[in-house]
């Protein structure tokens, strides 16, 4: 006897499945065409190319195989060595741990150090940008 409640209890969910529609002359016609261009194959009548659906790739294969894989940006390759996930990670976590570590030894100047460095670093990349490049 089931008392009531006030918390919902979860029901592990039925599979159940439902066939919309179901044609049995549709599949005896598929059934036969196919019996009889087995049938064909095997006298030679017709080839294996001649039996395929033209509109399909394969009878087994998917159309859209690959579709997902070939625009993702996982299978690119980074053009230049900066726009590397893996190296822009690297860079971040040494530059972590090396504050971590340079406030424990120095203290409170290690901030200072930190900001005259990378505002060296940032004159440095813009010189170098400003910098025409030589023609070879």
């Known amino acids: 006897m089931k008392f009531p409640s006030i918390f919902r209890v979860n029901q592990p969910r039925r599979f159940q499945i439902t066939p919309r529609h179901y044609d049995p002359v549709k599949e005896e016609i598929a059934n036969r065409t196919e019996r009889i261009r087995k049938e064909l ?26 579709a997902f894989t070939q625009g993702s940006p996982i299978k690119k390759q980074p ?33 200072y150090y930190g900001l005259y460095l990378a505002v060296g670093v940032a004159l440095l990349v813009g010189l170098f940008k400003l910098k025409p490049k030589r023609k070879k």
């Open 79 to 111: 053009s230049s060595i900066f726009q590397s996930a893996g190296l822009l990670r690297l860079i971040i976590f040494f530059f972590l741990i090396g504050g971590f570590g340079g406030y424990l030894y120095i203290g409170p100047d290690v901030i």
């Open 41 to 66: 194959e095997e006298q030679g009548v017709l080839t294996p190319e001649d039996g395929e659906n033209k509109g399909h790739t394969s009878r087994y294969g998917s159309t859209i195989r690959g």
